[in-house]
């Protein structure tokens, strides 16, 4: 069994980590010191009183939103960039584009930059469709002949058809982000700057436009992605960006910069008494998936004393075959009363993305009661119908049920990240077939008549 007390403690989720490189490396966007700060009135009234006072008078409220923003992303980058509602996201988007300007730091981009931001921004809603393409072209340097030529691209991307002559303050917002989407990307820009845009979409556009990011990196151009799909994150990027109450919590790896996301989330949800915090757990374990470190997010009022992949003889395994049933089996010791804990567990493929997720509560399980000083023996079966490849398992163990509003649990205890890797092998007795799992269909086939 793989003993976690055994695990060293790297290092705490300190703010303001980022990584810095040299304009030799390539860097096409970099940001120094980089802080906003806007004024906030109570009223109209408190703004008027304080301009005519000619500086006697103060009645605003300092409110900043960035504050010594510092990151470099080089060309042919995909960068997310993550963090709540009111975190900074589209505040320093803007600044990137030129939207705005910072009160402090310098911004540097290098290459044309094409942006996508919220709705509404960037088009003149009295104007139509075909216009405001045009207006678009010609505010980033393209001749009307330039752009007439690449109208009909547009509009085939967009798909919103007589529309493109209307104005678009007629617009649904899928039409909006349609149009709005096609016209940046057939700029050919250098950069890209999507801000939540993709939200509004349906599901045939999503696609199309998640396939022309993957063409977009491909050319070796630079991507900025601003999402709330924390998969999605994980899947497309080569590095994501924390903001956290106008502070760059962390720039690294994907999956390991979701899973400080998820600290602060769980901070948000917590109910309980004792607050919860994070750190990076170091493991000595061969390298397999893209993050090698074990994320723990909890009170410390629970530990995870250990946890194991076994096989069906209860011999330890990390090499499961296709089809074959496993268990996951790990020891919870707590040191509070827990009222109505549950457990959880999910799986993570080599790019951090959750395949399957599920906990005692959703599977309307009512564990009994713990003691302080108790322990608990929790086992999960499981036939392996998973593709071959590298995966990773994440447990966690919360208290007191769901709050129903917002499906989040009242008492967040301990949440290890990636705690165990495994491989998935080919078995011969097992079919092949494309995707994550193996949905063991059963087919009937009949010679009609």
């Given at each position: 069994m793989s003993a976690i007390t055994n695990l060293n403690i790297a290092k705490n989720l300190d703010n303001g980590r980022c990584r810095i490189a040299n304009a030799a490396a390539g860097i096409v966007i970099s940001a120094r010191n980089v802080t906003k700060k806007f004024r906030l009135y109570d009223s109209p009234y408190a703004r008027l009183q304080e301009l005519l006072s000619f500086g006697l008078l103060k009645r605003h409220r300092d409110f900043w939103a960035l504050k010594n923003i510092n990151f470099d992303i080089k060309k042919g980058e995909t960068v997310g960039l993550i963090g709540r509602n009111g975190s900074g996201k589209s505040t320093l988007l803007k600044m990137l584009c030129s939207v705005s300007q910072p009160t402090n730091g310098t911004i540097s981009v290098s290459g044309i930059i094409s942006t996508i931001l919220e709705l509404g921004v960037g088009f003149t809603p009295d104007l139509t469709g075909r216009e405001n393409i045009y207006l678009k072209g010609i505010l980033m340097g393209f001749s009307k002949e330039e752009m007439t030529k690449r109208i009909p691209q547009i509009e085939k991307f967009a798909e919103i058809g007589d529309y493109i002559d209307h104005p678009v303050k007629y617009y649904s917002d899928g039409m909006f982000v349609r149009l709005a989407f096609a016209s940046a990307i057939n700029i050919d820009p250098d950069i890209l700057l999507v801000d939540e845009a993709l939200a509004v979409g349906d599901l045939r556009f999503q696609q199309k436009c998640y396939s022309f990011f993957e063409s977009f990196k491909e050319k070796k151009k630079t991507l900025l992605l601003v999402s709330h799909d924390l998969n999605l994150i994980k899947s497309l990027c080569d590095g994501a960006i924390l903001l956290d109450k106008g502070k760059l919590v962390h720039y690294g790896q994907p999956d390991e910069v979701v899973d400080r996301y998820l600290a602060i989330l769980f901070q948000d949800a917590h109910n309980g008494p004792v607050p919860v915090e994070g750190t990076i757990v170091a493991r000595k374990e061969e390298k397999v998936l893209i993050?090698?470190?074990?994320?723990?997010?909890?009170?410390?009022?629970?530990?995870?004393?250990?946890?194991?992949?076994?096989?069906?003889?209860?011999?330890?395994?990390?090499f499961i075959s296709s089809g074959q049933y496993f268990k996951i089996r790990f020891v919870v010791k707590t040191s509070k009363d827990l009222i109505n804990p549950h457990y959880g567990i999910s799986f993570r493929n080599n790019r951090g993305v959750e395949l399957f997720g599920v906990n005692t509560y959703t599977?309307?399980?009512n564990p009994s009661p713990l003691k302080a000083g108790e322990k608990v023996t929790v086992e999960y079966g499981f036939d392996c119908q998973l593709t071959p490849g590298d995966y990773s398992i994440s447990i966690g163990i919360a208290d007191k049920g769901i709050e129903k509003k917002s499906f989040y649990f009242k008492e967040y205890l301990l949440s290890m990240q990636n705690v165990l890797q495994f491989k998935v092998v080919e078995s011969l007795d097992s079919i092949i077939f494309n995707g994550y799992f193996n949905m063991k269909p059963i087919v009937k086939i009949s010679k009609s008549s």
């Open positions: 993050d090698n470190t074990v994320v723990r997010i909890g009170t410390g009022e629970v530990d995870l004393e250990e946890v194991s992949i076994l096989d069906n003889n209860d011999n330890e395994a990390r599977m309307h399980l």
